[in-house]
């Protein structure tokens, strides 16, 4: 039975070691699925999970991204990428939890743009609401069915390249965590490794009474 013991360990090992996607909502993944119409030379991607949007802008034009309110937010251009310092956006894409950054007073989705170069390169990342899921609960789709794989949303950034309007587009995806507790509160992977190490112990005392059998005089 001591051989037992060791499987249990093996296969109740992933219950331990179960993580969502590294840097963002567990359990939920946000992807770009492109650009509408596309703009040959710009590159979009979900960095984290749902954390961060990332944009590169290889194509020589200036691209301009939307804030939330419409107004410009971010401009990349041949010598680098630049905010502008009168969007909210500038400071609430600071942090994944916006509780936690303050947007000035001069601020304003109104106000005319005023740029400050960020880097001098052509990528940058940030923390954009409209990529994630910023409810208080889950969204109804996973509350109805949490066990199930979801479509939790489709998602639009609005943006320009040289003038010329374009979106970038993606979808919030939603997948169970190994290690989640199922409707009846049970998990699913504690229930496999039960059902695993019980067949195990089962077919090692099969053995152990054939072993003895083929002894006994």
């Known amino acids: 039975m001591a051989s037992a013991g060791i499987v249990v360990v093996a296969v109740l090992?992933?219950?331990?070691?179960a993580h969502g996607p590294v840097g963002g909502g567990v359990?939920?993944?946000s992807s770009v699925d492109?650009?509408?119409?596309?703009?040959?030379?710009?590159i979009a991607r979900v960095l984290g999970g749902d954390d961060r949007l990332q944009l590169v802008n290889y194509s020589g034009k200036t691209v301009v991204v939307d804030g939330y309110d419409g107004e410009?937010?971010?401009?990349f251009t041949a010598d680098g990428v630049y905010e502008n310092?009168?969007?909210?956006a500038t400071y609430l894409t600071r942090a994944r939890d916006q509780a936690t950054v303050s947007v000035p007073a001069f601020a304003s989705p109104k106000a005319a743009p005023?740029?400050?170069?960020?880097?001098e390169g052509s990528t940058f990342a940030w923390h954009d609401r409209r990529i994630r899921w910023t409810g208080s609960g889950l969204p109804p789709v996973v509350e109805a069915a949490p066990n199930d794989r979801h479509l939790v949303f489709r998602w639009r950034i609005p943006a320009s390249a040289d003038a010329?309007?374009?979106?970038i587009s993606g979808f919030l995806g939603y997948a169970p965590v190994p290690g989640a507790k199922t409707s009846s509160g049970t998990s699913p992977w504690l229930l496999a490794g039960v059902v695993g190490v019980t067949a195990?112990?089962?077919l090692a005392l099969g053995a152990g009474a054939r072993r003895a059998r083929r002894r006994a005089p």
């Open 164 to 167: 010329k309007r374009f979106a």
């Open 27 to 29: 359990g939920y993944i």
């Open 114 to 119: 005023s740029w400050r170069k960020v880097t």
């Open 72 to 75: 410009p937010f971010l401009r």
């Open 200 to 202: 195990l112990a089962l």
């Open 85 to 88: 310092v009168h969007s909210p």
């Open 13 to 17: 090992d992933p219950v331990a070691g």
């Open 34 to 42: 492109g650009l509408r119409p596309p703009v040959l030379g710009v």
